[in-house]
């Protein structure tokens, strides 16, 4: 490159900016007059492309070029978190594998110590398996479940007597640490009387009654009528102290109300020998007794004047108990047997003999409810 | 130069774009979609292909974007000139491709653009003007580039050099020679 060559390079730069500043070709020329010649014809052409309208992007090339892109940054920016993804799980990998690698290196012996160490201590497992197996959780569950059956039929009186006696038993199987088997035979032998629940109240009063422990015993809970039952006048054959039962009866809810012990010894001596309250006193259940006295109410149920009063009150829960009939039945028909003659409909009250106390008060029909259960029972053993 | 961002605004409009900004991808196609087909058209001289290379242009350029390294002394200036690369690494491939398919196909040889001469369409626009678009595709790479940053972008001669990334000796030489080829070039002889 000549120097001359550079200079007219200079020159047409100058003469370049002084055209874009509004100088004229003449007046540029002019400036250099040895490179005139040279630069005219350039000059003239720059002048031309710079007039020149140069093209621009059309509105609907703007637009496609647009998504296109938006497009493209999207596609990437999905495969970007799926790449980060995969890689960031092969890390996490990688690191954990590390860190296993780590600690396997640290303590290399570690595999063999744990290799030897159930034969180093041999005695320690069966020693284990003998400690554990005598005080198995099993025998508990199935107690509290027995227990759970016999509490449904709380409704009626005597099922919660059974519930008291049951659950007694049920610790005495947990602390003796029985098998599971022998504690839920046992507890099904002990539960299978309960259900038929009026029936079974009967024989226990009476199996009490004869030993004459109804005042010693302590009440297994306070749930069972605590006042007749330690009341000091048991007295047991002849006397139809317990009367009270009879208001009971209407209220579909007898044993639920503490009854005050009322020593009524100025009462009338009904036929009924044993008083009310068998179940506190109760003793241990002996389930084939029980289901007799059941049977024979049902048959004696329909008196031509007395309503039963098995209706709506009571919720009788026949679960538990095997044909078991409503208590109200039950105690009226061992009030056959006691008195051998059927409630006399004399006052008038047997219209309202299910509901109505006062009357019940005045007329032994109705009370012996509760105490005719017990000289049934007595009477079938 | 016409850019309307200044260099700090350039920078943070990188990082933006790089860091996954769809918005910063947005604000650089309305920067830059205009000046690349330009660019394309003048050395193309074919609008429709032109548009679809631009497009091409910008999609690419989310692409290596990530990797572009932003210089923070001339970031205006750098990134332009990259952009430009990008688009002419894109027509190189299209001319690539373009001269495989006319071996492919021997009639395509009568439809050369050179076969359009006429003296009568220098008046018209330069999208109209076909010679002068054609003349300016004859040229040299370098030469192409000073002419349409001199004169389609209105560029001074320090900021063509900084675009570049010559001196501005080199550039003034540049414009001279691509100015006597391009006179040679439209002349009737």
């Known amino acids: 490159m000549s120097r001359s060559e550079f200079n007219i390079e200079d020159a047409l730069a100058a003469c370049l900016e002084g055209l874009a500043d509004g100088q004229s070709l003449e007046e540029c020329l002019a400036r250099y007059p040895q490179y005139a010649g040279e630069l005219a014809p350039a000059l003239v052409l720059a002048t031309r492309l710079r007039a020149e309208t140069w093209p621009v992007l059309s509105t609907g090339a703007r637009f496609r070029g647009r998504e296109r892109m938006i497009a493209a940054f999207e596609s990437r920016q999905m495969a970007g978190a799926w790449w980060r993804s995969v890689w960031g799980q092969v890390g996490l990998v990688l690191v954990m594998l590390v860190f296993v690698a780590g600690v396997w290196l640290a303590f290399p012996g570690r595999q063999l110590r744990m290799h030897n160490r159930p034969a180093s201590v041999p005695g320690l497992i069966p020693a284990a398996a003998q400690s554990a197996t005598p005080i198995p959780p099993a025998p508990t569950t199935q107690a509290s479940v027995t227990l759970t059956s016999t509490l449904t039929p709380t409704a009626t009186s005597t099922p919660v007597g059974k519930v008291v006696r049951i659950s007694p038993i049920a610790r005495t199987l947990t602390g003796l640490s029985l098998s599971a088997q022998s504690a839920s035979a046992d507890l099904t032998r002990t539960a299978t009387p309960t259900p038929p629940a009026t029936p079974s109240a009967v024989p226990e009063a009476a199996l009490e009654e004869p030993a004459g422990n109804a005042t010693s015993r302590p009440p297994d809970d306070g749930n069972c009528e605590p006042g007749p039952a330690r009341s000091p006048e048991p007295t047991r054959d002849a006397e139809p102290t317990r009367v009270e039962p009879t208001r009971e009866i209407p209220t579909s809810e007898p044993r639920e109300t503490p009854r005050p012990p009322r020593p009524t010894a100025e009462r009338e001596p009904t036929s009924v020998s044993e008083t009310a309250e068998p179940h506190e006193t109760a003793a241990p259940p002996e389930p084939t007794d029980d289901v007799e006295p059941t049977r024979q109410p049902a048959t004696n149920e329909p008196r031509p004047g007395i309503p039963t009063p098995r209706p709506t009150a009571r919720p009788e829960p026949t679960d538990t108990a095997t044909g078991a009939t409503p208590e109200a039945e039950t105690r009226q028909t061992p009030e056959s047997h006691a008195t051998g003659a059927p409630p006399e409909p004399t006052s008038g009250s047997e219209h309202s003999w299910p509901q109505a106390t006062p009357e019940a008060e005045d007329h032994s029909p109705p009370e012996p409810h509760e105490t005719d259960t017990s000289s049934a029972g007595a009477q079938h053993r | ?189």
């Open chain 2, 1 to 189: 130069m016409q850019d309307v961002c200044t260099d700090a605004q350039m920078i943070a409009l990188l990082e933006q774009a790089k860091s996954g900004d769809s918005a910063a991808y947005d604000r650089l196609y309305s920067l830059y979609a205009d000046k690349i087909f330009r660019y394309l058209f003048a050395r193309l001289g074919q609008r429709e292909i032109a548009e679809d290379l631009t497009a091409d242009v910008f999609v690419r350029l989310i692409r290596v974007l990530p990797s572009y390294r932003v210089v923070s002394a001339r970031p205006v200036a750098s990134f332009s000139a990259w952009l430009y690369r990008v688009a002419a690494n894109l027509l190189t491939d299209h001319y690539r491709r373009q001269r495989h398919r006319q071996h492919l196909d021997i009639d395509d040889h009568a439809e050369s653009p050179s076969d359009d001469h006429s003296p009568d369409v220098r008046a018209l626009t330069l999208e109209q003007d076909r010679s002068l678009a054609e003349a300016i595709g004859r040229l040299a790479e370098e030469q192409q580039m000073v002419v349409i940053y001199r004169f389609a972008e209105q560029c001074s001669v320090q900021e063509v050099a900084d675009l570049m990334g010559k001196t501005a000796g080199a550039v003034k030489a540049l414009q001279f020679r691509a100015l006597a080829n391009l006179r040679r070039i439209l002349s009737p002889e």
